[in-house]
């Protein structure tokens, strides 16, 4: 089981602020903005690569859900949704995961 379907799992430890029955979210451990949540599936998907049918279409679809109502519960006004697909990327945990960030400006593009 990778990492990210232990913390979905209960099995390791994990900041969480939002899990139904699809989605587990966690803040992530080295934040890279004051605001900075991890949303994930609690089904393993490696990456949006994996999104190939309609079951996982809904699970993807889900984790913009929640991200979008943790964003909005937060209050926040203005925020980021990052993912990373491969390690020239940056992915370095290949279980799809959405970055949410937020509480300060953002450049763009992103290095
Ligand atoms: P990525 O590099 O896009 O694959 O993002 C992986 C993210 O997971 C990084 O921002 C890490 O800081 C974060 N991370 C790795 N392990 C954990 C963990 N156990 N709990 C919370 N965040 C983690």
Same mark, same amino acid.
């Given at each position: 089981?990778?990492?990210?379907?232990?913390?979905?799992?209960?099995?390791? &430890?994990? =900041?969480?602020?939002?899990? =139904?029955?699809?989605?587990?979210?966690?803040?992530?451990? =080295?934040?890279?903005?004051?605001?900075?949540?991890?949303?994930?599936? /609690?089904?393993?998907?490696?990456?949006? /690569?994996?999104?190939?049918?309609?079951?996982?279409?809904?699970?993807?679809?889900?984790?913009?859900?929640?991200?979008?109502?943790?964003?909005?519960?937060?209050?926040?006004?203005?925020?980021?949704?990052?993912?990373?697909?491969?390690?020239?990327?940056?992915?370095?945990?290949?279980? $799809?995961? $959405?970055?949410?960030?937020?509480?300060?400006?953002?450049?763009?593009? &992103?290095?």
């Amino acid at each position: 089981m990778c990492i990210f379907c232990k913390i979905a799992a209960g099995e390791i &430890p994990a =900041n969480i602020v939002y899990k =139904n029955e699809h989605v587990t979210a966690f803040k992530d451990l =080295n934040p890279q903005a004051p605001t900075h949540i991890l949303v994930i599936p /609690n089904q393993h998907l490696e990456s949006v /690569n994996d999104i190939v049918d309609d079951a996982s279409a809904l699970v993807a679809g889900e984790c913009l859900r929640a991200a979008r109502e943790i964003a909005q519960q937060a209050g926040l006004s203005s925020y980021r949704i990052v993912t990373n697909i491969g390690a020239d990327a940056g992915q370095s945990v290949f279980h $799809l995961h $959405l970055h949410l960030l937020a509480g300060r400006k953002m450049s763009w593009p &992103p290095g």
